[in-house]
């Protein structure tokens, strides 16, 4: 999305990458501070959204269709989560993407940035909204509406 708004031309499957060079550094940074969390993957794009995590202490959520997807792939099921992600492809993508270095970094983002930041409303637009589809669809089960009835 962000290389269509900005016509920003990258290599071949280097976006693929951008969430999970920070789920994985989110993963080791939570590791060494002692952090007793889990870290979510759930919004799949591709398969690393769950190759690349295995054997970590992580919650992978993969939709319906995706573990589908898994079940009748020849991908290895091999714990991947401690494999750094080739500094070459996140060295291009810090250059080319501010967001993917305010996510990235450290330091990249404030507190008072984070409630702002694209990926953080789209996430909390996507959670609301799927509230709204549960809602809808358990009234309309304890509900139905009479006009839809025949």
Same mark, same amino acid.
């Given at each position: =999305?962000?290389?269509?708004?900005?016509?920003?031309?990258?290599?071949? !499957?280097? #976006?693929?990458?951008?969430?999970?060079? %920070?789920?994985?550094?989110?993963? *080791?940074?939570?590791?060494?501070?002692?952090? $007793?969390?889990?870290? #979510?993957?759930?919004?799949? $794009?591709?398969? =690393?959204?769950?190759?690349?995590?295995? !054997?970590?202490?992580?919650?992978?959520?993969?939709?319906?269709?995706?573990?589908?997807?898994?079940?009748?792939?020849? +991908?290895? %099921?091999?714990?991947?989560?401690?494999?750094? %992600?080739?500094?070459?492809? +996140?060295?291009?993508?810090? /250059?080319?993407?501010? &967001?993917? *270095?305010?996510?990235?970094?450290? @330091?990249?983002?404030? #507190? &008072?940035?984070? @409630?702002?930041?694209?990926?953080? /409303?789209?996430?909390?637009?996507?959670?609301?909204?799927?509230?709204?589809?549960?809602?809808?669809?358990?009234?309309?089960?304890?509900?139905?509406?009479?006009?839809?009835?025949?």
């Amino acid at each position: =999305m962000a290389a269509e708004k900005q016509n920003i031309t990258i290599e071949p !499957g280097y #976006l693929e990458w951008a969430g999970v060079a %920070v789920f994985k550094k989110t993963y *080791r940074i939570f590791r060494e501070r002692g952090y $007793r969390l889990r870290l #979510l993957s759930a919004a799949f $794009r591709n398969h =690393m959204h769950w190759s690349e995590f295995i !054997g970590g202490d992580v919650v992978i959520s993969p939709p319906y269709k995706w573990q589908l997807r898994y079940n009748a792939s020849d +991908v290895a %099921v091999v714990p991947r989560i401690d494999k750094p %992600v080739d500094p070459i492809i +996140v060295e291009e993508l810090l /250059r080319k993407f501010p &967001d993917f *270095r305010r996510a990235y970094n450290e @330091d990249g983002l404030s #507190l &008072d940035e984070f @409630d702002t930041f694209g990926a953080t /409303r789209r996430t909390l637009r996507q959670f609301i909204q799927s509230c709204h589809d549960l809602e809808s669809l358990i009234r309309n089960f304890m509900i139905p509406n009479p006009d839809k009835l025949l």
